[in-house]
């Protein structure tokens, strides 16, 4: 099959095909990263891919290809274990994996493509014991990481948001149960199949997939930031939730939307067959779609 990556310029209708690559295997995320290139998590088959600047692909640039393991080292010496979603910190320069559905947190090194195991399956099995009997090839992760560091993420099958933090894990939202909710203890409020995750200064916004809203939670609170809870109205399914430039991204069924945080407005701004993910390189949307042959 064969991917692109298209570029939607801010403020404006032109979109540009950056690249083309053939891929014969599922991406289930991907990242920019500044004079560097995109890395795509291949889930299933245990590894990262990358394109460099000039479109070059190459596929087991981490990990080798359909070799699960949990070893850290570079290139084809590490071991990954369905590497679920992926973001980038420009802050480090490191970027970030959550794998095994939300099993470990793991952090490589651009320059030399070192992986090391931040978070291990035995922390996150205490926290959540529910993860380790699900089909992890059935698992999405959804993460993004702030100016601290502190790394964020979502498991739509557990139906919670995680945050990561010098060494300690905790369950910030969500009860398990697949319903809307709210409650004045914000991790027994609810969620409903979470699909994207991003952040504006201390506050996370979580893409509430199942329950057809954008929740925004804050140090004190949880409210309802976009859409109609429980009903198909402007928002849909949304997931991959991204934020640039006052503007939050996330892709609805086959449409990338917009919403204005200034009151600008809201609408589509891009349709495609099949997109995989989207992404921003601190400017631009970034779009990764699929051309099935």
């Given at each position: 099959?064969?991917y692109?990556?298209?570029?939607?310029?801010?403020?404006?209708?032109?979109?540009?095909?950056?690249?083309?690559?053939?891929?014969?295997?599922?991406?289930?995320?991907?990242?920019?990263?500044?004079?560097?290139?995109?890395?795509?998590?291949?889930?299933?088959?245990?590894?990262?891919?990358?394109?460099?600047?000039?479109?070059?692909?190459?596929?087991?640039?981490?990990?080798?290809?359909?070799?699960?393991?949990?070893?850290?080292?570079?290139?084809?010496?590490?071991?990954?274990?369905?590497?679920?979603?992926?973001?980038?910190?420009?802050?480090?320069?490191?970027?970030?994996?959550?794998?095994?559905?939300?099993?470990?947190?793991?952090?490589?090194?651009?320059?030399?493509?070192?992986?090391?195991?931040?978070?291990?399956?035995?922390?996150?099995?205490?926290?959540?014991k529910?993860?380790?009997?699900?089909?992890?090839?059935?698992?999405?992760?959804?993460?993004?990481?702030?100016?601290r560091?502190?790394?964020?993420?979502?498991?739509?099958?557990?139906?919670?948001?995680?945050?990561?933090?010098?060494?300690?894990?905790?369950?910030?939202?969500?009860?398990?149960?697949?319903?809307?909710?709210?409650?004045?203890d914000?991790?027994?409020?609810?969620?409903?199949?979470?699909?994207?995750?991003a952040?504006?200064?201390?506050?996370?916004?979580?893409?509430?997939?199942?329950?057809?809203?954008?929740?925004?939670?804050?140090?004190?609170?949880?409210?309802?930031?976009y859409?109609?809870?429980?009903?198909?109205?402007?928002?849909?399914?949304?997931?991959?939730?991204?934020?640039?430039?006052?503007?939050?991204?996330?892709?609805?069924?086959?449409?990338?939307?917009?919403?204005?945080?200034?009151?600008?407005?809201?609408?589509?701004?891009?349709?495609?067959?099949?997109?995989?993910?989207?992404?921003?390189?601190?400017?631009?949307?970034?779009?990764?779609?699929?051309?099935?042959?």
């Amino acid at each position: 099959m064969s991917y692109r990556l298209v570029k939607s310029l801010f403020g404006t209708s032109n979109k540009n095909v950056i690249c083309k690559v053939d891929l014969p295997y599922d991406v289930n995320d991907f990242c920019f990263i500044p004079n560097f290139g995109y890395l795509l998590a291949l889930r299933d088959n245990h590894c990262i891919s990358r394109i460099d600047t000039d479109g070059k692909l190459t596929i087991s640039w981490l990990g080798e290809l359909n070799k699960e393991g949990y070893e850290d080292g570079n290139s084809h010496f590490a071991r990954l274990s369905y590497p679920s979603s992926i973001c980038f910190s420009l802050q480090s320069k490191k970027a970030f994996v959550i794998e095994s559905g939300g099993a470990s947190v793991r952090s490589f090194d651009i320059d030399t493509a070192y992986i090391t195991s931040l978070l291990g399956t035995p922390v996150i099995s205490r926290l959540e014991k529910g993860v380790s009997k699900l089909p992890l090839k059935d698992i999405n992760t959804f993460c993004c990481v702030d100016q601290r560091q502190q790394i964020f993420w979502t498991i739509d099958k557990t139906n919670k948001c995680y945050k990561f933090y010098q060494g300690d894990v905790t369950n910030i939202l969500g009860n398990g149960k697949a319903t809307y909710s709210v409650s004045s203890d914000v991790s027994k409020s609810s969620l409903n199949k979470p699909s994207g995750i991003a952040m504006i200064g201390d506050n996370i916004y979580v893409a509430d997939t199942a329950n057809h809203c954008i929740r925004e939670l804050s140090k004190k609170a949880i409210r309802l930031f976009y859409g109609t809870p429980m009903e198909v109205n402007l928002v849909n399914t949304p997931s991959y939730l991204k934020y640039v430039n006052g503007l939050f991204y996330f892709l609805d069924g086959l449409d990338v939307k917009y919403y204005s945080l200034s009151g600008l407005g809201n609408g589509i701004l891009y349709t495609g067959n099949n997109i995989v993910a989207i992404d921003t390189d601190g400017k631009d949307l970034l779009i990764l779609e699929r051309e099935d042959a």
